[in-house]
């Protein structure tokens, strides 16, 4: 990293034992917000807005929310290098064992960690906690843990320097390298007070701050992106903007993936907070949208399920509606949340297989697992 090229950016070059770290100014920074941009604020919440009201038609937010979910750690592992899929994380979850890789079952069972996570911080701020940084070390113990980021100390601040860049890069070589590990803990603390206390712009915008804050200030030795990307939706939560984790915004980040580094390292550089504001309102509205048209499209089928099994016995009826929760299922798992008996399960899922709602996957007499094809393609993300 050279430090001539951050002189014009809003933080400031502090050494640590001959390395140049990168401190950011507090929040809030001085932003001319623009007609475009509050016009950009405008489209996005309207698009959130629309999103929203998915929530109040459907009595079982679960049959859109699990799904929105699973895709949300499957393109947030993506950003990070694996590749993991949608398919991937649901095999997991119905414990399938496909021959794979120790380093592929890593990367799986570290993208379900985010499943965990993400549900774990929905129920902290519904139980009344708000977004500080105790919760966070929480989340990310839970992102990290039992797997092989765990030697990184999940859960703790980092307390000495991270290089960003290449895998092993020297000092020069970095792209970036965060703040001082002595002042990690008060940026952060500045940063959360800035959320919960004295919030500037509009909530979209915010968000958008306090994303680029967290992502400079790198507070962990790993799992930095995959916590900063969950800490946008945990918000738009707390912040009454969604009634649940409907948005999944890594889906944007790496189809724009080079554009997501480029815009967080031209404010650092060169204060280009008007460029990364607008690129975040886009995302906000871009996924939006997306989530909206396949909350819809799962709800349709949904009903055209229904209205196809409708004389079918309950225990039919039931299954279908938890397929849209675990598109991947065994036949404990329906079992155990249906609360119905082993025979009458088996029973409906052949029912469904025969008619080809779902289909078979390992061949096997035991250890059996189903897939709803069709539920599937809908909630895979596209792209």
């Given at each position: 990293m050279n430090p001539d090229e951050f002189q014009n950016g809003p933080g400031e070059i502090e050494y640590h034992n001959s390395i140049p770290c990168y401190t950011p100014a507090a929040l809030p920074p001085d932003i001319d917000v623009s007609t475009e941009l509050l016009e950009?604020?405008?489209?996005?919440?309207?698009?959130?807005?629309?999103?929203?009201s998915?929530?109040?038609?459907?009595?079982?937010?679960a049959v859109i929310l699990s799904p929105f979910i699973h895709r949300e750690a499957a393109m947030s592992s993506q950003i990070e290098g694996t590749r993991v899929t949608l398919s991937d994380i649901y095999e997991h979850e119905s414990g399938a064992t496909p021959e794979r890789s120790a380093s592929e079952h890593a990367d799986i069972a570290e993208a379900y960690n985010y499943v965990q996570a993400i549900h774990e911080g929905i129920a902290r701020l519904a139980g009344g906690n708000t977004m500080d940084d105790e919760l966070v070390c929480e989340l990310h113990e839970t992102l990290l843990g039992g797997v092989r980021g765990e030697e990184k100390h999940p859960g703790e601040l980092r307390t000495q320097p991270v290089l960003i860049g290449a895998q092993d890069?020297?000092?020069e070589d970095s792209r970036f390298i965060p703040a001082r590990s002595t002042v990690v803990n008060l940026l952060l603390q500045q940063a959360f007070t800035y959320l919960q206390h004295a919030p500037v712009y509009t909530p979209l915008i915010d968000i958008g701050l306090f994303h680029y804050q967290f992502e400079t200030i790198h507070p962990f030795l790993d799992g930095n992106g995959r916590l900063g990307r969950l800490l946008m939706v945990l918000l738009l939560y707390e912040w009454d903007l969604l009634d649940g984790p409907y948005l999944y915004l890594s889906a944007f980040f790496n189809a724009h993936r080079r554009a997501y580094l480029d815009h967080l390292l031209a404010v650092s550089q060169d204060g280009a907070w008007e460029e990364w504001v607008r690129f975040v309102l886009e995302a906000f509205e871009t996924q939006a949208k997306d989530a909206y048209e396949c909350g819809e499209t799962l709800l349709s089928l949904r009903d055209t399920y229904r209205d196809e099994y409708r004389d079918a016995r309950p225990v039919v009826r039931e299954l279908i509606e938890f397929l849209f929760e675990r598109p991947y299922l065994t036949a404990s798992a329906a079992i155990d949340e249906l609360d119905r008996s082993q025979p009458a399960v088996n029973q409906a899922l052949h029912h469904l297989e025969d008619n080809g709602l779902i289909t078979e996957q390992t061949g096997q007499q035991r250890n059996q697992i189903w897939t709803a094809q069709e539920i599937f393609e809908i909630v895979?993300?596209?792209?």
């Open positions: 950009a604020n405008s489209d996005a919440m309207y698009a959130l807005g629309q999103l929203s998915l929530h109040r038609d459907v009595a079982n937010p890069a020297s000092v895979a993300p596209r792209g």
